[in-house]
T-cell receptor, first 113, second 113 residues
């Protein structure tokens, strides 16, 4: 069953802790993305990767880190430096290029307690 | 500044009725425009993708239009169903190699029985 899987669906974190969100895809897509969604705002790009072992900062990368050691996986770490981490995080993948369709995971809702 | 604006912010209609959602954008250069449907707490799912040369595209009861001259798009939903209740997000993809996705804030549609 092909697709893009995010885990966990819900995540609670204490202030000052780092936490890692998982994103895996078996679509053989080259490009992967992380977005953050807040109420009343459009999705904002955190990081993206167009190929293994390479990634670029998006519009709101501060306080986040990523890795792309495997084509299928693009984990996002929310560090303690992120001032307002409570949000809905979405991972997406695409074959690459402007005309290709982006497929989204089901999201992870992170809450800082 | 590259922006995507959607209207209305929210909409309530009765089951069986039609509705039209609007999207205006200022993104330049332009590659393509997409409409996504996002159920609450889930990832967005693609409905349509239109390039500069396309002015209409249908996907079942969903019909998207694009006027690249006025930089406007609309999503028309015919014979609405309860399952159409969701947020509808307009996304414009920039051109010239950037392929950056610019997301609108979405229209939240509620269909009542």
């Amino acid at each position: 069953d092909g697709g893009i899987t995010q885990s966990p669906k819900y995540l609670f974190r204490k202030e000052g802790q780092n936490v890692t969100l998982s994103c895996e895809q078996n679509l053989n897509h080259d490009a992967m993305y992380w977005y953050r969604q807040d109420p009343g705002q459009g999705l904002r790009l955190i990081y993206y990767s167009q190929i293994v072992n390479d990634f670029q900062k998006g519009d709101i990368a501060e306080g986040y880190s990523v890795s792309r050691e495997k084509k299928e996986s693009f984990p996002l770490t929310v560090t303690s430096a992120q001032k307002n981490p409570t949000a809905f995080y979405l991972c997406a993948s695409s074959k690459g290029g402007a005309g290709t369709e982006a497929f989204f995971g089901q999201g992870t809702r992170l809450t800082v307690v | 500044k590259n922006q995507v604006e959607q209207s209305p912010q929210s909409l309530i209609i009765l089951e069986g009725k039609n509705c039209t959602l609007q999207c205006n954008y200022t993104v330049s250069p332009f590659s393509n425009l997409r409409w996504y449907k996002q159920d609450t707490g889930r990832g967005p799912v693609s409905l349509t993708i239109m390039t500069f040369s396309e002015n209409t595209k249908s996907n079942g009861r969903y019909t998207a239009t694009l006027d690249a001259d006025t930089k406007q798009s609309s999503l028309h939903i015919t014979a609405s169903q309860l399952s159409d209740s969701a947020s509808y997000i307009c996304v414009v993809v920039g051109g010239s190699g950037t392929y950056k996705y610019i997301f609108g804030t979405g229209t939240r549609l509620k269909v009542l029985a």
